[in-house]
């Protein structure tokens, strides 16, 4: 069954895979959900007081996250890497079909959205000057840094379509992939999902959520 484009109540579009019976976005509002949860629980905890930050990102989907991303890194000086992984990407016809552009009233939002999305896969590919993307089509399994990234936003489909990936062995591997004192952001509060997080090692916060949702999460590693 082909994906289904979905209006959210933000007015922001979203994809809805009816195999997994997943959005990948909240249905109360895109883009509310990817700034509350990703760039204000995350990237603006980060960005100050620095020139770089590395992240790393769990599901790149539509590219919304890393267009918010992009869009900070214009107002700050600071360089931003951006390395984002997904197995299935989007197809053009369907990004081609999301309506963020005109939706954040924001300068160059829609030239910077399709260098993002034309970006080749496997290369590190500049955007803006602040703003570089590497887009590799990978197995969230196969994923395996040391020490490399500031902050991670953990975008993946939710625990219950893929429990495969919210386990120990994920985690062990955010956890190996951020610095010291690095951030993984997520969306979801469930409490299995914190309980692997704090095994492998991560101090857990529990913040308020996004609309529609009570409470989201932030997790550190502590060494």
Known sequence: MEPTLVITEDGSST?????????????????????????????????????????????????????LTCLQAEGKACKINYTTIEKFPVSDEHISLLNYS???????????????????????????????????????????????????????????????????LIFASMYKALKPTGLLVTYCAKGIVKRTMKSVGFAIEALPGPKGKREMTRAVKTS
């Open 102 to 168: 005109t939706q954040l009233d924001t300068p160059n939002t829609k030239e910077f959205f399709t260098a993002i999305h034309a970006a080749k896969w496997e290369a590190s590919e500049t955007i803006t000057n602040n703003f570089s993307i590497q887009k590799r089509k990978m197995n969230i399994e196969d994923v395996d840094y040391t020490n490399q990234f500031d902050l991670i936003y953990f975008d993946a489909f939710a625990p219950s379509a893929q429990p495969e990936l919210w386990t120990d």
């Open 15 to 67: 994809i809805f895979i009816a195999a997994l019976d997943e959005h990948y976005h909240s249905v109360h509002g895109a883009i509310q959900e990817s700034v509350h949860v990703f760039i204000n629980a995350g990237l603006l905890q980060k960005i100050n007081n620095t020139t770089e930050i590395n992240i790393l990102e769990i599901g790149f989907g539509t590219g919304l996250n890393a267009l």
